[in-house]
């Protein structure tokens, strides 16, 4: 019962931060990027709850039950990634000052480019939306009371009710506040798990060997490795809800030193939840990888800490899901319905960015009673996303250079994105991969053949 009652007191009180931040979403600034106000540890704290989420809980649990520690590097590409960013490309991002990712895009090439990439991202961000929810399913499912899909609807309606009312400004305030929990929540059960292992010690005397393998092992080759950095560790470079962070950001040193902290933050959180599914194997193995840490929140740990513990999960779903939700909502409504109606005011944008709000979060659970698997749901979004746009953008950030055109990027984003697409659909394999080389592919042949054309086409308007 005292699981219950913690469950509905966050619930409440997410809920009670977006009434709250209300008053303060009133204009186009404050509801899409917090009025660009936010400090180091405001957008720290919100990029690191916003990472943490289904598949970096309930998901890499499930990696770390199934394959063992080389389950930690689906959240340790995401620190290389950050990295990435941090150093090269975080100031630059915060300093075009817009508010969405395809509105950088556009800058880059043209307003074609921005509604293709923002096409892209709507699309493909209903899954990822989708994923927190099936997590929350799961992670509630274990209370015993009600079923995963009555947990599902009733997250569903929290997260899009807190983010409606406050926008950003909900959305920031909830995720530092998310992050402190789910730092206490996940350490604590990770060493209550440990206590009754008996260390890492009596860990390694229940596993098999090759469950302590990195950063390779029988189960996760080079190969899949390869293609976590490029399909996933990528969306940390070039990912529409990291940029929502920066662009919140108070000036562009904020931004980059968010980035890098926000990595360095990553880590122990990625050992720390591969341990606990790893435990969940030792301790319960005959439950499916996915409830390992669910199972253990029921299962091993005592009434007060399994609350915590499940708020710590649920703050990690919820704070990924809002970000998520936001970013595709206000791309819908800012970059596609806007590029259509520029004419639209500052209050029917809003109105219509809340609208977008409701609707997206519920086709996001529809999808999810189809998809069912955490993993398989973000997996299925980031591989359409990462095979379209992430080459062009960051091509876009050094385009003279490169020398890449319009049209190259725009046909990248079309035959990338629709391979990424055709690969998840029809699961063919290795053909993710090969999306992101089609990808890069045509954003460099296109991009010359245009290239030649009108240089051509210069010749002979001389003579």
């Known amino acids: 019962m005292i699981d219950l009652v913690i469950i509905v007191v966050y619930l409440v009180a997410v809920t009670v931060v977006g009434i709250v931040s209300r008053r303060q979403a009133r204009g186009l600034d404050d509801f899409f990027v917090a009025g660009r106000k936010g400090s180091p540890l405001f957008i720290t704290g919100s990029l690191v709850a916003t990472i943490i989420g289904g598949s970096a809980t309930v998901g890499m649990a499930g990696l770390g039950f199934s394959r063992g520690l080389t389950g930690a590097w689906w959240l340790l590409v995401g620190t290389i990634g950050l990295v990435f960013l941090g150093f090269f490309l975080a100031k630059k991002v915060r300093n075009f000052g817009l508010y969405t990712l395809p509105q950088l895009a556009g800058k880059q090439y043209d307003g074609r480019i921005a509604l293709a990439a923002s096409i892209l991202i709507v699309v493909a961000w209903v899954g990822v939306v989708a994923g927190q929810i099936i997590a929350a399913g799961k992670i509630l499912s274990v209370l015993g009371m009600g079923s995963p899909l009555l947990w599902m609807v009733i997250t569903t309606i929290v997260f899009i009710t807190y983010t409606v009312l406050g926008g950003q400004h909900a959305v920031i305030r909830t995720d530092v506040l998310q992050a402190g929990v789910i730092f206490v929540g996940i350490f604590t059960g990770l060493a209550l798990v440990m206590s009754r292992l008996g260390g890492i010690g009596g860990l390694e005397s229940l596993l098999p060997a090759d469950r302590f393998a990195f950063p390779v092992s029988d189960q996760f080759s080079g190969l899949d490795l390869v293609k976590l950095m490029l399909l996933v560790g990528l969306t940390y470079v070039v990912g529409p809800d990291m940029y929502s962070r920066l662009f919140c950001a108070r000036d562009g040193k904020t931004a980059r030193s968010s980035a890098l902290w926000a990595a360095l933050i990553l880590i122990p959180f990625a050992l720390g939840i591969?341990?606990?599914?790893?435990?969940?194997?030792?301790?319960?193995?005959?439950?499916?990888?996915?409830?390992?840490?669910?199972?253990?929140?029921?299962?091993?740990?005592?009434?007060?800490?399994?609350?915590?513990?499940?708020?710590?999960?649920?703050?990690?779903?919820?704070?990924?899901?809002?970000?998520?939700?936001?970013?595709?909502?206000?791309?819908?409504?800012?970059?596609?319905?806007?590029?259509?109606?520029?004419?639209?005011?500052?209050?029917?944008?809003?109105?219509?960015?809340?609208?977008?709000?409701?609707?997206?979060?519920?086709?996001?659970?529809?999808?999810?009673?189809?998809?069912?698997?955490?993993?398989?749901?973000?997996?299925?979004?980031?591989?359409?996303?990462?095979?379209?746009?992430?080459?062009?953008?960051?091509?876009?950030?050094?385009?003279?250079?490169?020398?890449?055109?319009?049209?190259?990027?725009?046909?990248?984003?079309?035959?990338?994105?629709?391979?990424?697409?055709?690969?998840?659909?029809?699961?063919i394999k290795h053909l993710d991969l090969g999306a992101l080389g089609v990808s890069l592919f045509l954003l460099f042949l296109v991009s010359f053949i245009g290239r030649k054309i009108k240089a051509r086409n210069s010749i002979q308007e001389k003579t």
């Not at 206000?330 to 806007?338: D, Q």
């Not at 529809?366 to 095979?387: C, H, P, S």
């Open 274 to 427: 591969t341990f606990i599914g790893m435990g969940a194997s030792a301790l319960l193995p005959n439950i499916s990888p996915e409830q390992a840490f669910p199972a253990i929140v029921k299962e091993v740990l005592p009434p007060v800490a399994s609350g915590l513990v499940l708020a710590a999960l649920l703050c990690a779903v919820m704070s990924s899901a809002d970000t998520t939700l936001l970013s595709a909502s206000t791309i819908l409504v800012v970059n596609i319905v806007g590029r259509f109606k520029p004419q639209l005011g500052q209050e029917r944008v809003l109105a219509l960015s809340r609208w977008a709000i409701v609707s997206f979060g519920l086709l996001a659970l529809a999808l999810a009673l189809v998809l069912k698997g955490v993993i398989n749901a973000l997996l299925f979004a980031y591989t359409i996303y990462t095979a379209g746009l992430i080459l062009p953008v960051l091509a876009g950030f050094y385009r003279e250079k490169l020398k890449v055109t319009s049209e190259g990027a725009l046909a990248a984003i079309i035959g990338g994105g629709s391979v990424g697409l055709i690969s998840k659909i029809l699961n």
